[in-house]
């Protein structure tokens, strides 16, 4: 055969790979990814269908629209409700626990919170996770009430730790270089500076740990009296 005859003769195309099946579940992965890597922001229905390589409007046969959307990528993010029965320490240590795998998953996914508020679709492991939290209270003597109130106190104390370890609310903590701005202008922030004279990491732990044991030791040390008088 000669140099030239690969070239010019004709060859059959190979075959083009099997196209997996469009599901709900690969919608949801897809978007996911997306979420991951770039934000919560950059995620619609048609950077989902980019990904997977397929029109958009192939994407509307399985969800609606982008509610539709972030709910089932929701539901894939948050995974299964934790199984707390085994867990030692009583009604605090489940909790302990819930939050701790709580934190873990919001840590995997950022934008899970900003995903989680509003008026919006919600599925069953989301469900499912509040009533993991709300059953380790159980035989507490708190009234239903309260052992939903309970829940609802950790799930704001963790968005909101969430929110300032992001350089939310509390910026300064976060960013190291506003830090020394504000320590350098005690005549406007004296009892910031002097609060922060007076932390040691070695005693205080992690100083960017943004309030985030100290707030969840005392919501259960107060649920603890409470508890107590019952």
């Given at each position: 055969?000669?140099d ?6 004709q060859r059959?195309?190979?075959?083009k ?6 599901t ?6 897809a978007?996911l ?26 994407l509307?046969r399985?969800?609606a629209n982008?509610a ?12 299964p409700?934790?199984?707390l ?23 995997r996914h950022p934008w ?32 239903g009430?309260e ?29 190291r ?16 500076v ?5 932390v ?13 044991q100290f ?6 040390d ?9």
């Amino acid at each position: 055969m000669a140099d030239t005859d690969l070239l010019w003769n004709q060859r059959a195309d190979p075959p083009k790979p099997a196209r997996l099946a469009l599901t709900v579940d690969r919608i949801a992965e897809a978007a996911l990814a997306l979420a991951d890597a770039e934000g919560i922001e950059s995620v619609s229905m048609q950077q989902a269908a980019a990904r997977l390589d397929v029109t958009k409007m192939a994407l509307y046969r399985h969800v609606a629209n982008k509610a539709q959307l972030l709910g089932v990528m929701t539901e894939l993010a948050i995974g299964p409700a934790p199984d707390l029965a085994g867990v030692r320490g009583g009604w605090r240590g489940r909790l302990v626990e819930w939050c701790r795998l709580m934190r873990e998953t919001w840590q995997r996914h950022p934008w899970l919170p900003t995903a989680t508020v509003g008026d919006r679709p919600t599925g069953p492991r989301e469900v499912a996770w509040t009533e993991s939290a709300v059953a380790a209270l159980e035989g507490t003597g708190l009234t239903g009430g309260e052992r939903m109130d309970a829940v609802f106190l950790l799930s704001g104390h963790l968005r909101n730790t969430h929110s300032q370890a992001s350089g939310g609310t509390q910026p300064w903590l976060a960013d190291r270089s506003l830090r020394p701005l504000v320590a350098g202008h005690p005549e406007l922030f004296p009892a910031l500076v002097k609060a922060a004279s007076e932390v040691d990491p070695g005693v205080d732990g992690d100083e960017f740990d943004h309030g985030w044991q100290f707030g969840l030791d005392r919501i259960l040390d107060g649920l603890a009296a409470v508890i107590k008088k019952r």
